[in-house]
């Protein structure tokens, strides 16, 4: 084994020794989602150029190879990562081709042009010189040509030909025939995600193109699979690197020892009070990101020619704070640790309607806020115009980010510049002499540069296989439809956790989402069309329509639609208990209507194509009903 580093543009380089990268075929099928390719793309503009990326894990096929040899790597740690790279390198092609085309088509000669086309094209596929009649399985030929893929997908799920028909969607291959719901699954989504948040310019893909190839590598090369594999259980479950909060700490407490006579021993225990208002180590890193974004108006805070923070600037940020006044940034950052413990962890504190709000925020998953939140807290009570101001505006900021996560507008990479933008506002309202008022602050969130998307496209994105999209999301919503119902003698805790601190009520899927389709359900759902029920799980089984919440999901699984509808467990006193769809929980009496006829899941004879979309529909209604936001008329839209 002998590690090297790489750049990505030389791991799928285009000279010498061609590297070629297969995802075994016992390998998982392709599972990034949303929220790896929205964090793809910010880790790629948020960090100086060179990024590191983690290793890749490889065996090689053997060690001798001659100069003009094919080289190919089977994948064990790293297939997430270089098949959303190539699949991002294929949309770059397709728009910059287009950019070329449509918008500047002067760049079609230009050399620029033409080298970084042809350089993405290169480093995808390849043509092979081959006389064999039989080719090896993992050639294949299009356009009178032979090919091999340089980064090859499993074909778990049809990840290998859906990542052809991207290619050729793209450009780089011909007409490859369309694979059937292939615009279902996860790759075609992440090809369709990537065109719709890369930049449309060629200055800006180019500039894109340009920060993709230089991202950093370690790859790593075993001669067999026991030894890749002990290597990457190795590599996850024992290596700690020195954290950017550590490195902070050890200049913080050496400076306040050397420039203002503070013991360590009293300053590392203070440090440790600090550490105690945030309890893990991504909330610390998030922490000093948030602090001084939310702050930098302060002069004293403030670091000429660095706008925000970031992973790659935290570390200089905190050492030149630190050379100017280590013990007044070390006071404030407590100080500020205290309020934003409130944000992170409010189930601590007095219930109130802010706290449970709060908590509604944390569990959305709307982090970004807290970069506002931790300035409007920190904020004297007399800057603001009444005691309510904060609970509306965490009420508001519930709805917002709700929007922004089911929609994926505005993107994560502009979450940080929204914050410091609704920040600089309202600094010159105070600046002004005006107090802060919810009305202002409302206004600023939806129609300033952070306005979000329009109720019609909420709800677009609603009524899509949202599961597959968002699960936590998904769940959310499961849970705050039946929230609706909630009084003193139904209140079910749908956010129990189990002694593994695992939620106990797990989102349930009504027709089974499984690869194999029971009997019974192809029946039900199809009239016995197997192929037909294919495509209609394929279509719907992730909506809303097709999800309940239940603690009971091993004991129900691939079971008939009435047995899971009538299913009984005896209980250790023997009493019957339901853990079926008639448990009595409000979200499975959800009434829609469907041929005239008013039903639920509870009380439905049957489950169908039909039921499932009737469902649906209500079940959108109820959500846009919750989640718009107040006198919303649509003059919000983007």
């Given amino acids: 084994m002998i590690p090297t580093e790489n750049t990505f543009a030389s791991l799928i380089g285009?000279?010498?020794?061609?590297?070629?990268?297969?995802?075994?075929?016992?390998?998982?099928?392709?599972?990034?989602?949303?929220y790896n390719w929205s964090k793809l793309l910010e880790d790629i503009y948020e960090n100086d150029p060179g990024h590191y990326m983690g290793s890749v894990i490889c065996v090689h096929e053997k060690i001798e190879k001659a100069p003009t040899d094919e080289l190919i790597y089977e994948v064990v740690d790293g297939q997430q990562r270089l098949t959303t790279l190539s699949i991002l390198l294929a949309a770059i092609y397709s728009k910059i081709t287009d950019a070329a085309a449509s918008k500047n088509p002067e760049y079609q000669q230009d050399d620029d042009f033409i080298i970084k086309r042809n350089s993405i094209q290169r480093r995808l596929i390849k043509k092979v010189n081959t006389t064999c009649k039989v080719l090896p399985w993992w050639i294949f030929r299009n356009d009178s040509f032979t090919y091999c893929l340089r980064v090859q997908p499993s074909t778990q799920e049809s990840n290998l030909e859906d990542y052809k028909y991207i290619l050729s969607e793209s450009g780089i291959l011909k007409d490859v025939q369309y694979p059937k719901n292939c615009g279902n699954r996860r790759l075609h989504k992440t090809f369709k995600y990537f065109l719709q948040n890369i930049p449309e310019t060629y200055g800006g893909l180019a500039d894109l193109l340009d920060r993709i190839y230089k991202l950093s590598f370690i790859h790593i090369s075993?001669?067999?699979?026991?030894?890749?594999?002990?290597?990457?259980?190795?590599?996850?479950?024992?290596?700690?690197?020195?954290?950017?909060?550590?490195?902070?700490?050890?200049k913080m407490l050496a400076t306040l020892e050397s420039k203002h006579g503070k013991s360590i021993d009293d300053s590392y225990d203070r440090w440790q009070k600090l550490l105690d208002y945030l309890p893990t180590d991504k909330e610390q890193d998030r922490f000093l990101r948030q602090f001084y974004n939310a702050f930098k108006f302060d002069p004293e805070i403030k670091i000429s020619r660095i706008t925000k923070a970031t992973g790659s600037t935290i570390i200089s940020i905190y050492e030149s704070l630190i050379k100017k006044d280590a013990d007044s940034i070390f006071n404030k950052l407590n100080e500020k640790a205290q309020i934003y413990n409130h944000l992170i962890e409010p189930e601590k504190y007095s219930v109130s309607a802010l706290n449970d709000s709060?908590?509604?925020?944390?569990?959305?998953?709307?982090?970004?806020?807290?970069?506002?939140?931790?300035?409007?807290?920190?904020?004297?009570?007399?800057?603001?115009?009444?005691?309510?101001?904060?609970?509306?505006?965490?009420?508001?900021?519930?709805?917002?980010?709700?929007?922004?996560?089911?929609?994926?507008?505005?993107?994560?990479?502009?979450?940080?510049?929204?914050?410091?933008?609704?920040?600089?506002?309202?600094?010159?309202?105070?600046?002004?002499?005006?107090?802060?008022?919810?009305?202002?602050?409302?206004?600023?969130?939806?129609?300033?540069?952070?306005?979000?998307?329009?109720?019609?496209?909420?709800?677009?994105?609603?009524?899509?296989?949202?599961?597959?999209?968002?699960?936590?999301?998904?769940?959310?919503?499961?849970?705050?439809?039946?929230?609706?119902?909630?009084?003193?003698?139904?209140?079910?805790?749908?956010?129990?956790?189990?002694?593994?601190?695992?939620?106990?009520?797990?989102?349930?899927?009504?027709?089974?989402?499984?690869?194999?389709?029971?009997?019974?359900?192809?029946?039900?759902?199809?009239?016995?069309?197997?192929?037909?029920?294919?495509?209609?799980?394929?279509?719907?089984?992730?909506?809303?329509?097709?999800?309940?919440?239940?603690?009971?999901?091993?004991?129900?699984?691939?079971?008939?639609?009435?047995?899971?509808?009538?299913?009984?467990?005896?209980s250790i006193l023997g009493n019957k208990i339901f853990i079926g769809y008639k448990n009595g929980l409000s979200l499975n009496e959800i009434n829609f209507d469907l041929s005239e006829e008013n039903t639920s899941l509870a009380n439905s004879a049957k489950w169908t194509k039909e039921h499932i979309l009737a469902r649906n529909k209500k079940m959108v209604e109820m959500l846009l009903t919750l989640f718009k936001f107040e006198n919303e008329d649509n003059k919000y839209g983007r």
């Avoid at 285009?14 to 949303?34: L, M």
């Avoid at 989102?507 to 759902?525: L, T, Y």
């Fill in 358 to 570: 709060l908590v509604n925020l944390e569990r959305i998953g709307a982090a970004a806020s807290y970069t506002f939140l931790l300035y409007l807290f920190s904020l004297p009570n007399e800057m603001l115009d009444n005691e309510d101001s904060l609970a509306q505006v965490v009420e508001l900021l519930c709805k917002y980010y709700f929007r922004r996560n089911i929609t994926d507008y505005p993107s994560t990479r502009d979450l940080d510049a929204i914050n410091i933008d609704l920040i600089e506002k309202c600094q010159e309202q105070i600046y002004a002499g005006h107090k802060l008022n919810y009305q202002f602050i409302s206004n600023e969130i939806l129609t300033g540069r952070g306005k979000p998307s329009t109720l019609e496209t909420l709800q677009n994105d609603l009524a899509d296989n949202i599961y597959d999209n968002n699960e936590g999301m998904a769940r959310y919503a499961l849970a705050k439809l039946d929230e609706t119902s909630h009084n003193r003698e139904y209140a079910p805790n749908l956010w129990a956790r189990n002694e593994k601190g695992l939620y106990v009520w797990t989102i349930e899927h009504i027709f089974p989402k499984g690869k194999n389709i029971p009997d019974e359900w192809i029946d039900m759902i199809a009239d016995g069309n197997k192929e037909e029920a294919g495509k209609i799980k394929d279509e719907i089984v992730h909506c809303f329509g097709n999800l309940t919440l239940s603690g009971y999901n091993s004991r129900l699984s691939n079971l008939s639609f009435t047995k899971k509808q009538e299913k009984s467990e005896a």
């Fill in 14 to 34: 285009i000279e010498g020794n061609q590297w070629h990268y297969h995802i075994p075929r016992f390998q998982r099928e392709y599972v990034w989602g949303k």
């Fill in 222 to 250: 075993e001669a067999s699979q026991s030894k890749a594999f002990l290597l990457f259980e190795t590599l996850n479950y024992r290596g700690v690197p020195l954290s950017a909060i550590d490195i902070i700490k050890n």
